[in-house]
């Protein structure tokens, strides 16, 4: 059977969601319904359209130029299956993976518990950007992040903490 994700949208080169470039898939359905959210279209579960596992592999594959893939939303963790076989992909192909999400880690580690794929799909996150966006928090000054609440953590401290050093060099120069 082939595997499907409901997607919002794909940029294939991006620079903005997160270090080097990146394929970003733009996980469609958020229930955190964060108030100024810059993907609002992204909420309805139904909206998006369907892609394959393999059609999002064969982007990925199309770009030498691409060092890993970022899932974004809408909200990734609501459809885990399908990433986790993504990001294994995108690992053995030698590529990173970073994940963006309105829970926290810590909410995160609690759904795990009755809905084990979130913690496999944590387990091949790279980086986690975790936390909703909060309108009065919100800075232009945060490389990589909406808002001052969300934070920027290594899931591994090989490749997830070199990700997370960039950030921290670059938040640094603002």
């Given amino acids: 059977m082939t595997q499907t994700i409901r997607v919002a949208g794909i940029v294939q080169e991006s620079v903005t969601d997160g270090p080097g470039i990146r394929l970003t898939l733009f996980c469609q359905g958020c229930h955190h319904n964060c108030p100024g959210c810059h993907n609002p279209e992204t909420h309805d579960s139904e909206g998006g359209r369907e892609m394959t596992v393999e059609e999002i592999t064969t982007l990925y594959d199309s770009d030498p130029l691409l060092s890993g893939i970022t899932f974004s939303g809408g909200e990734p963790f609501l459809q885990p299956q399908p990433l986790i076989t993504i990001a294994d992909y995108v690992h053995a192909k030698g590529g990173n993976v970073i994940a963006y ?27 986690l950007i975790d936390g909703p966006f909060i309108l009065e928090e919100r800075s232009l000054l945060l490389p990589f992040r909406g808002s001052a609440n ?11 903490k070199t990700l997370a050093d960039k950030i921290n060099s670059l938040e640094e120069n603002f």
């Fill in 150 to 160: 969300q934070r920027v953590i290594p899931l591994n401290e090989g490749v997830g």
């Fill in 101 to 127: 999400t309105g829970y926290t880690l810590s909410q995160l580690r609690k759904l795990q518990e009755t809905q084990p794929a979130i913690g496999h799909l944590l387990d091949r996150v790279d980086l």
